[in-house]
């Protein structure tokens, strides 16, 4: 199976700090990969797909960017908004996979 | 619009079954791979199952081969999971979801299996 290391697991910013946040793959998944946020008590909400596109209506300050094995979603300019948890995931294979979730917290 | 709604979970015994459904409407599921995501309480996202287009192909995760069962119904324009043998360890959201470019999902059903 494909394994993605999402990291950091968590980080606590302000509003208005530009936000990084990174997924390997341990192989190459081409640009097969999709950026999640999840609110408590929701499902999914799909940010970013094929690795650089912006799903519709969601706001231009998220940004996903790479390709192989190495991406980045990138929040410029963090709203209150957002703080959530972020997933990466692999549609590269039938079988899913996803990263462990990255915890956006205030600081 | 493009939507999917699970229904079907609820409280069960161990050992007991459940089959979940996800209904598809704006689309037709007979045209993609459609998968199943679970939610453990204060977990993380896990892929559970999946089936092609055409339902010739299945795949499943470790934790829950020979006890889950994903099939389709297309003229129902519906997804299924049938869970036997639940565990504890079972015991999540279970989310829909449409495969290929731009992923949709549906807002899950909560299964618990505790007795």
């Known amino acids: 199976d494909i394994q993605l290391t999402q990291s950091p697991s968590s980080l606590s910013a302000s509003v208005g700090d530009r936000v990084t946040i990174t997924c390997r793959a341990s192989?190459?998944?081409?640009?097969?990969l999709n950026w999640y946020q999840q609110k408590p008590g929701k499902a999914p909400k799909l940010l970013i797909y094929g690795a650089s596109s912006l799903d519709s209506g969601v706001p231009r300050r998220f940004s996903g960017s790479g390709s192989g094995t190495d991406f980045t979603l990138t929040i410029s300019g963090l709203q209150p908004d957002d703080f959530a948890t972020y997933y990466c995931q692999q549609s590269y294979s039938t079988t899913w996979t996803f990263g462990h979730g990255t915890k956006v917290e205030i600081k | 619009e493009v939507q999917l709604v699970e229904s079907g979970g609820g409280r069960v015994q161990p050992g007991g079954s459940l089959r979940l459904s996800c209904e598809a409407s704006?689309?037709?599921?007979?045209?993609?791979?459609m998968h199943w995501v679970r939610q453990a309480p204060g977990k993380g996202l896990v892929w559970v199952s999946g089936?092609?287009?055409?339902?010739?192909?299945?795949n499943y995760a470790d934790s829950v081969k020979g006890r889950f069962t994903i099939s389709r119904d297309n003229a129902k324009n519906t997804v299924y999971l049938q869970m036997n043998h639940l565990r504890g360890e079972d015991t999540a959201v279970y989310y829909c979801?449409?495969?290929?470019?731009?992923?949709?999902w549906g807002q899950g059903t909560l299964v618990a299996v505790s007795s």
């Open positions: 979801a449409r495969g290929g470019l731009g992923p949709v």
């Open positions: 089936i092609n287009s055409d339902g010739r192909t299945t």
């Open positions: 192989q190459s998944i081409t640009d097969y």
């Open positions: 704006g689309f037709t599921v007979s045209s993609h791979w």
